[in-house]
């Protein structure tokens, strides 16, 4: 009996013991998560926002676990900057724990591509994917040459001739002056810009872009209309106006009359015109004895507002001197003060370029920059077209007063800008020896004044293509970084774009008469000095530097 109660004991827990194995046998382990631990493109690790990568990349994605293969292909994602999906193959190795994924064709150069891994992945036990993977791309800069290569002073040519064509085969059919920009208003002219374009048709004579006989011509339209058509506000003009009425087009607020900084630009042209145009025929002659009487009409005194020692920018028939803004320096305005000083009609004193535009000495910096010291002028110098606005008709070289040495100036602070680029402290991709220059220009949905204290990313060709006569080595360097490596992207009908972001891959569809202008004029000064010597022959000139105590070998 007792035998009997172990052998039902000893059964019941044999029953007990093969239902538990068979129980344990059937149940599946646990599913467990996977996660990314290392993602790497082309052998570096893969961070959101990397650029500079090859066009051909391998990516490889290590995870914690092994996968689930028939879940890979709906988890990974390819696309590029347009959202549209590139086709790529994948591979697993290690156990099923290491993704190897590549493109099924060489990407595009200088393009933004996306690669994701979203939670419908599973590891091989069926656990959840716990760290998607969402990291973008842009790939490197092609070097190879979009263009056949020539010499550099083929190159200069090419790139004035192009340039000139903005002036010339886009200017105003009815003025001849020079439209605010390509992708605006075309009834829009500029009188700054104008001027600047004035000035490169000398340039276009001489080398044979034009015959002397077409630059007369338009000359005489220009003139023409400046003089008759054209409003005058106490002899000065406005900043934009009506290429076919000449009606003025407001500039901002209160800002419907006088620009007097815009006008020492036009007039500064007109007088470079006048100068080439030496002829003793009536034409040329008629031509000279108009530009002189634009030029005398000019009440520069009248815009120190009552008698102030210092120039105001603006002067409106509706609202008077509202805008109320002194034209002070450092900045592109040195033209205004030298115009003024040299007028036969309505000159200013020294004082008032010493007190307006100086501030008593307080433009002075003298502080250095990446090596350089700054004479004049905010910190880094601020955007490159104070140097060259100014410029494009005063001989920076050997020019001095008490205030600094103005070839020094101009040098150092297009040095400053240069190894501003080079360094990049704001890590933006494109910048480089090479690729460099900051000045005002349009920027993806606006315009900025870009300089090292204002960077937002964007290269303007003109900020180190303006500034060969002060750094010819850096700016070849960057007319063929421009030319020969982006011209696919930037080298258009009227030269190169306004501006470019190789960050965003954004590329202006625009050009500006303020940009395209200082190209053509400051590439020639550096060539033979040809706008230099011409502005700087009027007597009128030389004797208005001289009263302001400016000393310079052509004075």
Same mark, same amino acid.
């Given at each position: ?31 467990? $998560? ?6 790497? =493109?082309?052998?570096?690790? !893969? ?81 959840? !994917? ?42 105003? $059919? ?75 087009? $407001? !500039? ?24 080439? !145009? ?235 008469? =303020? ?7 400051? =590439? ?32």
């Amino acid at each position: 009996m007792r035998r009997g109660r172990i052998n039902i004991i000893l059964f019941s827990w044999l029953i007990l013991l093969a239902f538990s194995c068979k129980k344990n046998s059937s149940s599946p382990p646990p599913a467990k $998560p996977v996660a990314a631990i290392l993602v790497r =493109i082309d052998n570096v690790a !893969f961070t959101d926002n990397m650029y500079n990568v090859g066009v051909q990349p391998v990516i490889t994605v290590k995870f914690s676990e092994p996968l689930q293969t028939s879940s890979v292909a709906s988890a990974v994602k390819f696309q590029d900057g347009s959202g549209s999906d590139i086709g790529f193959s994948t591979s697993l190795q290690s156990k099923d724990s290491l993704l190897v994924i590549q493109p099924s064709s060489t990407l595009a150069y200088i393009a933004k591509y996306k690669f994701s891994i979203n939670t419908t992945l599973k590891s091989a036990s069926g656990g959840s !994917f716990t760290t998607p993977v969402d990291n973008s791309f842009i790939t490197k800069i092609d070097s190879t040459p979009k263009f056949p290569v020539i010499s550099d002073d083929s190159l200069l040519t090419l790139v004035q001739k192009q340039t000139f064509k903005y002036f010339w085969d886009f200017g105003h $059919p009815v003025s001849g002056l020079a439209r605010e920009r390509n992708n605006g208003s075309n009834e829009t002219v500029t009188s700054g810009g104008s001027g600047f374009g004035i000035m490169a048709i000398p340039v276009a004579v001489t080398k044979g872009f034009i015959t002397r006989a077409q630059a007369l011509q338009r000359m005489q339209t220009i003139v023409t209309f400046l003089k008759n058509t054209a409003p005058k506000f106490h002899g000065a003009f406005s900043h934009w106006m009506n290429g076919s009425t000449g009606a003025v087009i $407001p !500039f901002g607020v209160n800002d419907d009359g006088a620009d007097i900084v815009e006008t020492s630009y036009l007039i500064a042209g007109l007088l470079t015109a006048r100068q080439f !145009f030496d002829g003793a025929d009536v034409a040329e002659t008629t031509l000279r004895s108009d530009i002189n009487t634009l030029y005398n009409a000019v009440e520069w005194d009248w815009f120190r507002q009552n008698g102030k020692n210092v120039l105001y920018w603006n002067w409106s028939p509706n609202t008077g001197f509202a805008v109320n803004v002194p034209v002070q320096g450092w900045n592109e305005t040195l033209i205004t003060y030298v115009m003024a000083a040299s007028s036969p009609t309505h000159p200013i004193p020294k004082a008032v370029y010493d007190s307006g535009f100086a501030r008593n000495g307080a433009m002075v910096n003298n502080n250095t920059y990446y090596g350089y010291s700054l004479p004049l002028g905010p910190a880094y110098g601020g955007p490159l077209f104070f140097s060259h606005y100014s410029f494009m008709g005063i001989n920076p070289n050997g020019l001095k007063d008490v205030y600094a040495d103005y070839q020094k100036q101009v040098t150092n602070h297009t040095k400053i800008n240069y190894e501003y680029c080079k360094a990049n402290p704001k890590t933006y991709f494109g910048y480089s020896s090479q690729c460099w220059g900051l000045t005002a220009s349009d920027i993806q949905g606006g315009y900025n004044a870009n300089e090292p204290n204002n960077d937002k990313g964007v290269i303007t060709p003109t900020a180190a293509l303006s500034s060969f006569p002060y750094s010819p080595t850096e700016s070849m360097n960057a007319l063929k970084f421009f030319y020969y490596i982006l011209g696919d992207k930037i080298w258009k009908d009227y030269g190169f774009v306004d501006a470019f972001a190789l960050k965003d891959q954004w590329y202006a569809g625009s050009f500006l008469a =303020i940009d395209q202008g200082p190209i053509i004029v400051m =590439i020639e000064n550096y060539r033979s000095g040809l706008v230099w010597n011409l502005f700087t022959s009027c007597p009128e000139i030389k004797a208005g530097m001289k009263s302001l105590g400016f000393t310079a070998p052509y004075l």
